[in-house]
Structures are given as C-alpha cells and as structure tokens.
C-alpha cells in the first residue's frame, strides 16, 4: 500500500513537469494564479469560475477561484495568508473590504507575489487594478439604448439607489449630460428618484410616476431592482408597448419583466469576462511587460481598455453587456 | 358628536382628507382611479403588518420580529412550493406561510411568557435570529419562478377599466384580504373576552391578573396571531413581488410602528384602534407615494416626507393632550 502511494507521486510529479514542459513553446513558466472573491456558491461567482478556471485551460497555467463560503472580510484575508504561504505566483482578488485586504496584499507584494484587483478602484497594494468600465461611460450606454428605443424623443425618468450611491449618481449624470447634447429632443420629467435598491419601492415609484406624468415615454434604472420593479408597474398599467424600460439589473431578476416585454434592455457586466481579464493581467505583469493605455487584452469587453490618467496602475475596459429578450438564454446568472 | 370628534382617530381622518385635497389640488390626477387604486394595493402589506403591530402596543409592548416573521415565513413557502413544484389551490400557500408565522410566533411567547422578559429585548434577538437561520439554513437565493397558484394570486384583480390615458386601472384582491383581517381583529378586541383582556394587560398587568385573566393565555394569544399575520403578510408581499427574497422586509419594522402610532395606538399600553390603524397605514402611504405626483425634486422628498409625518403626529397631540395626562383607562 504504501509502496502504492509512493509510485502515485513519482507519477504525479513525472505528469507535472511533463505537463509544465508541455506548455514551453509560448511562456517560460507555467504559473500558478488564484483569484479570490468575496463569497464563493453565488450565481456571481460561479461564472466568474467558468472563466477563470477556461483561461487557465486555454493557456496552460494553474488557475483557480476561492472565497469564503460566507461573505466575511476575515476569512478573504485568511485565504490570502494561506495562499501567500502555499506561494502562489499571482493573486487576483474582488475584495470583500478594500480596506480590510490592504496589509495582507503588501504582504503578497512583499513576497513577490503579483497582486490584481478589481472592483476595488481606490486599493493601494496591487500591481495592477481592472475595473470592468468608467461610470461615465456605462451610463452613457444606457442613455444611449433608452434614446433608442425612445426614438430620440419624448419624456423620461432616472432612478438611483439612494443619492448617496456614488456609482449610481456618476451614471446617471453622464446618461443626462449624453442625452442633452445628443438627443436634445428629450425631456427629463424627474431625475435620480430614489429606491432604496428595493423592488416594492421601485414598483411602487413607477406606479405614481406613470400617474403623474401619463405620457411617460422612458425609464432608466441603476440598482438591480429598477429594471423588474418598474417593469412590473408597466406590465400592470398595461404600457410594455409604450415605456422603454432600461437599466441595470440581471437575467435572473428580471427574466420575467423581459420576456413579457415590460423591461426593455438590461445591463451588467459579465463576471467569466472580469475573471479572465484579471488572469491576463497577472500573467503579462509576471512576464514583465507593460500594460499600456488602449492594450488588447484578448477578452470580450477588455480589447482596448482605458489607463486612468492620475492613477497609472488603474485600468478600465468597456465590458458591459446589454441584455434582451433575444439573447437573454445566454446568461444563466 | 363631540366626542367622535375629539378622539385621536377623527384627528388622523381629518390630515388625511386635509393631504389628500392639498396633493389633489396641486396634481389633479391624485385622485385618478388608477392612482387610488394603486395606493389602497401599497397599503396592504404594511397593514396586515400593522394590525399585528397594534395588539402588541395595545398589550403595552413593542415587536419588531414581525418581517422576520413574514420573511422566513414567505421564503420557505417559496422554497417548499418550488421544490414540490405545488400546483394545488391558493390558500394552501396562504395557510402553509400563516402556519410557519403562527409557529414562529409560538417561539416568542414561549421566551417572553416564560421568563417574563418585556417583548422589545426578546423580539431584538429573535429578529436576527429568524432571518440569520434562512439564510444560513434555507438559502441565499432569490426565487423569481413562484409556483403556478401564487402567480395567479398575484395576478388577481378586480375592478380592471382603461384610464382616459390608456392606462389600466385595477384593484387587487389582496385589499380585500386586508380588509377581512382587519375586521376579523376588530371583532375580536371589542367583543371577546381574550381580546378585552388585551386591553386590560396593557392598562394594568396587576389588576388584569386580579380580575381573573390568564396573563399567560393572552400573551400567547398576542405573539401567535402576529405571527399569523406576520405570516400571511409575507406571502402576499410576495405575491405582489413576485418573487420570493430573503433580505426583504427586514427594515421595514419602523414604517409599520409609526404607522400604528399615527393611527392612535399609544406606545405605553391600553389604547389603540383598527380603524385608527387602518387611517394611520393609509396617510403614511399616501405621503411616501404623493411627493413626485406634487412634484418635489429627489433631493427634496426625504426631508418632506419627514416634516409632513411631524405634523401629523403633533396636531392630534395638541388636541389631546388632556386626555393623555389623565390616568389610562381601558378603552377601544
């Protein structure tokens, strides 16, 4: 038995240089790259795996996705501690707490260790941070499928969150600067109504909004819970016809508002993309090249991503993706 | 005539007509059919939650379990019936959601009827608790396919005609669940000895116990009928949603305890109404849902809101001030 176990390493090892010999032709290594999220067993994460664990294949190198199996601040940095000791090549993370992952990323640094993050524009400890897209830019994509649909004219509304939401605020402000230089024959009837990321409270907001203003052409939503919830207050007034509907939300929120044709378009950002783009990153920082503004990252939404001009090591792509009832079937998140 | 108009409730009725005519003369369509429809649909829910509410406060305590109540209770309804993929009649899912509520409701009278603990310290715990235990055992998921008798719930309205603006004004059914629980719980505070004895234990628990009541008796009368409420609150929520979430509800508990307040219940026991209640769930509702119909900008509406709430909540005081300093006594 144990001579068993013996030749079972001997083989293994023999598989792993033959495998790392394998992959020669294109890079001097085969790394080895974790990517760390915030809770592991979501729907969000799990495609993030997908494309995670397929660029790896792809490539030839060791790729992987871990998290905490509850969302916890401490257990993402007890990972990295663990990971730093295992003494991976590269981490790439989606912290749970900026804040909280600062001195266990130094510490990676320290211990050569290649540090990507995203979702985290204002972290200081990483070689490099890919954010999916700019604010402004996103919301002038929403702005610009609403004119669309709207026809370039007639009267619509925005939602936020709540008017502390930083992100949603930088939305719809370029969403309302884009529509009145481009499509001055739109009106804006109510800006930034606030609710609360709560489906009732959209509903509800609809509801009054479609009461006070009947000839209500177009709503742009920004939290998740816009795009459903005034759908379904369209759906009821019997309006999928008339009101455009847009926001960001996801397939498996809004999936019935977009199939009845009450919410028009949704957009997010697609998580197997990110994952990839993170991995691409890591893998040309640890082959010492530069990522310069405007490179292809060879990832859908990542082909020519934007360097922020104050913070050199911060990078933009323009990965959003609208959803339709057309290509809804695609996205099972 | 003069006592009906002194009394807490003619004071809330008299704001809200007062409201609804200032929001009706600056936007007309205020009083559209569809708009009032759409309001009476909003109060639902907060008022099955407040009729809850109202016995407690009534009793001289304060709850703040009941969304955890109506969340777990919703959720797992939701769970089970997509997991069996239910097909049965609609009230199954009503009585199977008022059945965990009534259960759950159990747990708290339990802890507070055993150790004589007051309601607010206990119903801290088991908020988090319910809600930690269906996330942690249940799911975190948000189920958006609700079985086949919830969704045609859902759909359930009366009344249906097309607005002068091509839009369809309907009233759902659920207005008239409401109403029902809320006569059923008017019934039973007025004219049976248990509810009587509600009254009584939040006048004075001491001579409550020396008239010949079971403290005991009522106080799990109180916390398993929230819970039922709780209960059927939940899945309606979840009806109108159409979705069944396990973050939702929870934060909501302070709307309802206002609401219950504005409508006359007194925070300190003995004193409370259905009717009051039912006023007080209704002018909450009109205020949260009349600012962009009054065209108040976003950044404007949450100090409104607050401002329109001091003012209904000081004016009956100024009218009843008197009737407050005067030792309590049990009415309804």
Not at chain 1, 106 to 127: F, K, L, M, P, Y
Not at chain 1, 203 to 211: D, G, H, R, S
Not at chain 2, 264 to 287: D, K
């Amino acid at each position: 038995m144990k001579k068993l176990g013996f030749v079972a390493i001997i083989l293994s090892l023999l598989v792993t240089f033959a495998y790392a010999g394998g992959t020669d032709d294109s890079h001097t290594d085969s790394y080895t790259i974790a990517t760390v999220v915030k809770i592991d067993g979501i729907a969000w994460f799990d495609r993030m795996r997908v494309g995670v664990e397929e660029y790896g294949e792809e490539n030839g190198y060791d790729t992987f996705l871990l998290g905490p199996s509850q969302a916890d601040a401490a257990e993402q940095v007890r990972i990295i501690e663990d990971l730093i000791a295992e003494g991976v090549d590269a981490i790439c993370v989606v912290p749970f707490s900026v804040e909280a992952v600062e001195p266990v990323l130094a510490r990676a640094r320290e211990e050569g260790i290649v540090v990507v993050s995203h979702e985290a524009s204002t972290q200081e400890n990483a070689d490099a941070i890919i954010e999916a897209f700019d604010n402004a830019a996103y919301g002038e994509f929403l702005m610009e499928n609403l004119a669309q649909r709207m026809g370039g004219t007639g009267t619509y509304a925005t939602f936020v969150g709540s008017l502390q939401s930083k992100s949603h605020n930088e939305w719809v402000d370029a969403a309302v600067a884009y529509q009145e230089a481009n499509y001055p024959d739109m009106e804006l009837v109510q800006n930034k109504i606030e609710e609360f990321d709560d489906f009732q409270i959209a509903y509800e907001k609809t509801l009054e909004l479609l009461t006070a203003y009947p000839e209500l052409d177009g709503i742009q939503g920004s939290a998740m819970t816009t795009a459903p919830g005034a759908g379904l207050a369209v759906e009821e007034r019997g309006l999928q016809d008339k009101v455009s509907v847009v926001g960001t939300s996801l397939v498996s929120v809004s999936e019935q508002y977009l199939e009845s044709g009450a919410t028009d378009m949704i957009a997010f950002w697609d998580p197997a993309m990110a994952g990839r783009a993170m991995n691409e990153i890591a893998v040309r920082i640890l082959n010492g090249e530069s990522i310069d503004n405007g490179a292809n990252l060879g990832v859908t939404g990542y082909k020519s991503i934007i360097q922020d001009a104050a913070k050199p090591n911060l990078y933009y792509g323009s990965a959003w993706v609208g959803v339709t009832k057309d290509n809804m079937n695609q996205y099972n998140f | 005539m003069r006592k009906l108009l002194k009394t807490h409730e003619s004071y809330i009725a008299v704001i809200l007509i007062v409201f609804s005519l200032i929001v009706g003369i600056i936007n007309p369509k205020f009083f559209s059919i569809g708009n009032l429809f759409g309001l009476l649909k909003s109060t639902v829910v907060t008022g099955i939650f407040a009729l809850g509410v109202l016995l407690v406060l009534i009793s001289g305590e304060i709850d703040i379990s009941f969304p955890a109540i109506g969340v777990v209770s919703m959720y797992i309804t939701g769970t089970v019936f997509e997991a069996i993929d239910f097909s049965g009649p609609t009230i199954l899912a009503f009585l199977f959601s008022g059945g965990i509520g009534v259960l759950l409701g159990l747990i708290n009278a339990a802890v507070i009827s055993t150790f004589r603990l007051p309601t607010l310290i206990v119903s801290l715990g088991t908020l988090s608790a319910y809600s930690g235990f269906v996330l942690t055992f249940i799911d975190t998921r948000i189920i958006n396919r609700l079985s086949e008798p919830v969704v045609v719930y859902s759909k359930l309205a009366f009344f249906r005609r097309t607005m002068e603006s091509g839009q369809i004004a309907e009233l759902h059914f659920s207005f008239f669940v409401y109403l029902a629980l809320a006569a059923l719980t008017a019934l039973i505070l007025r004219y049976t000895i248990i509810g009587r004895g509600v009254y009584a234990l939040g006048g004075d628990r001491q001579a409550t116990k020396r008239a010949g009541f079971s403290i005991k008796k009522i106080e799990y009368f109180i916390y398993c009928y929230v819970g039922l409420l709780a209960g059927l609150a939940g899945i309606i929520h979840s009806a109108h949603v159409r979705n069944a979430n396990p973050f939702d509800l929870v934060g909501g508990e302070l709307n309802v305890i206002a609401a219950t307040v504005l409508g006359g219940a007194i925070i300190g026991g003995g004193r409370g109404t259905v009717h009051g209640t039912l006023l007080g769930v209704m002018l909450i509702t009109v205020i949260n849902n009349s600012l962009i119909l009054m065209g108040i900008p976003s950044y404007w509406q949450r100090f409104t809101t607050g401002f329109v709430l001091l003012i209904a909540v000081a004016i009956p005081q100024i009218g009843s001030v008197k009737s407050i300093r005067t030792p309590r006594r049990v009415r309804s």
